[in-house]
Nanobody, 128 residues
Framework: QVQLVESGGGLVQAGGSLRLSCAAS????????MGWFRQAPGKEREFVAA????????IYADSVKGRFTISRDNAKNTGYLQVNSLKPEDTAVYYC?????????????????????WGQGTQVTVSS
């Protein structure tokens, strides 16, 4: 059984920064690609960033490139999303997810339906 627990969200002013964490239980984390997604009120869940199993391949949504950084520490079973230069439009619940399919370990997906394990989310609110 895999459990993911996000933390680090909060209320921040525009231009501020946060570091989101995703703590995983079980043995699946280090063999899985990891992704971050977000969902704003009234909108569909959208891709933010993803990272390969060993961290060598990272992909980002165009809207966050240059501002957000995804990383992971497999020894700690923990993933991270550093979010900088926050904008009000970044306000959303942020979710981490794991995709344990072997062929996705190196080439992570941007599609939410590829991810089989999800956390409960952490709220990020950016005030203007």
């Amino acid at each position: 059984q895999v459990q993911l627990v996000e933390s680090g969200g909060g209320l921040v002013q525009a231009g501020g920064s946060l570091r989101l964490s995703c703590a995983a239980s079980g043995r699946t984390f280090s063999s899985s690609a990891m992704g971050w997604f977000r969902q704003a009120p009234g909108k569909e869940r959208e891709f933010v960033a993803a990272i390969s199993r060993r961290g060598g391949n990272k992909i980002y949504a165009d809207s966050v490139k240059g501002r957000f950084t995804i990383s992971r520490d497999n020894a700690k079973n923990t993933g991270y999303l550093q979010v900088n230069s926050l904008k009000p439009e970044d306000t959303a619940v942020y979710y981490c997810a794991l995709d344990p399919k072997p062929y996705r370990a190196v080439e992570p997906s941007m599609a939410s339906d590829e991810y089989g394990y999800w956390g409960q989310g952490t709220q990020v609110t950016v005030s203007s």
